[in-house]
């Protein structure tokens, strides 16, 4: 779990390119600061206050793209020489994740930052078996098939997870 990577793939790109640029290195540091300022700002459009320690948890899920676990988190919080309580961690994850700041992995039992919180409203999720690495697209959803036939049926979707497991273009290249 701790050795995967969460890149973005802009919704504007076009097919054709997300192939080669989705597993692909990137500036982490613009990434961060980017992302940081994204939610800085969703939290003020929002009146949503962003406690020091919802900050660490945004921090920490931040530092290497890397989606951690809550017992990680906690370890994390409770560097400062003082042990954090379960419950800090989670209230502070629930903040994140209410108010679009960071998603839940449900197959990975992991968390991550969102990396366009003022864009992101149902993102996929596509997670090499190989190198481990978890790519975040916020490709345009509203007409799924899946939302279609839910529409069909009168069935009201609530949360719609989408998660993908399969193998980047690089692992599937190196295994030819």
Same mark, same amino acid.
């Given at each position: /779990?701790?050795?995967?990577?969460?890149? #973005?793939?802009?919704?504007?790109?076009?097919?054709?390119?997300?192939? +080669?640029?989705?597993?692909?290195?990137? +500036?982490?540091?613009? &990434?961060?600061?980017? #992302?940081?300022?994204?939610?800085?700002?969703?939290?003020?459009?929002?009146?949503?206050? /962003?406690?020091? #320690?919802?900050?660490?948890?945004? +921090?920490?899920?931040?530092?290497?793209?890397? @989606?951690?676990?809550?017992?990680?988190?906690?370890?994390?919080?409770?560097?400062?020489?003082?042990?954090?309580?379960?419950?800090?961690?989670?209230?502070?994850? +629930?903040?994140?994740?209410?108010?679009?700041?960071?998603?839940?992995?449900?197959?990975?039992?992991?968390?991550?930052?969102?990396?366009?919180?003022?864009?992101?409203?149902? @993102?996929?999720?596509?997670? &090499?078996?190989? &190198?481990?690495?978890?790519?975040?697209?916020?490709?345009?959803?509203?007409?799924?098939?899946?939302?279609?036939?839910?529409? !069909? /049926? *009168?069935? /009201?979707?609530?949360?719609?997870?989408? !998660?993908?497991? *399969?193998? &980047?273009? #690089?692992?599937?290249?190196? %295994? %030819?």
């Amino acid at each position: /779990m701790s050795d995967l990577e969460i890149k #973005t793939i802009p919704a504007h790109e076009q097919s054709s390119q997300l192939a +080669d640029q989705i597993f692909e290195p990137h +500036d982490h540091a613009a &990434c961060v600061s980017q #992302t940081v300022a994204a939610a800085e700002a969703k939290c003020i459009q929002d009146r949503a206050r /962003m406690t020091e #320690t919802r900050r660490k948890v945004l +921090d920490f899920l931040l530092e290497e793209h890397r @989606p951690l676990g809550a017992y990680a988190i906690l370890d994390k919080l409770g560097d400062g020489g003082q042990r954090a309580q379960p419950p800090v961690a989670y209230r502070a994850l +629930d903040f994140l994740i209410e108010n679009g700041l960071a998603h839940r992995i449900e197959s990975l039992n992991a968390y991550i930052a969102c990396s366009n919180p003022s864009k992101c409203a149902a @993102p996929t999720f596509l997670i &090499c078996q190989e &190198c481990n690495l978890v790519a975040e697209s916020f490709a345009d959803q509203h007409e799924s098939p899946l939302r279609t036939a839910a529409d !069909e /049926m *009168g069935f /009201m979707i609530e949360r719609e997870l989408r !998660e993908v497991s *399969g193998t &980047c273009r #690089t692992c599937h290249k190196a %295994a %030819a």
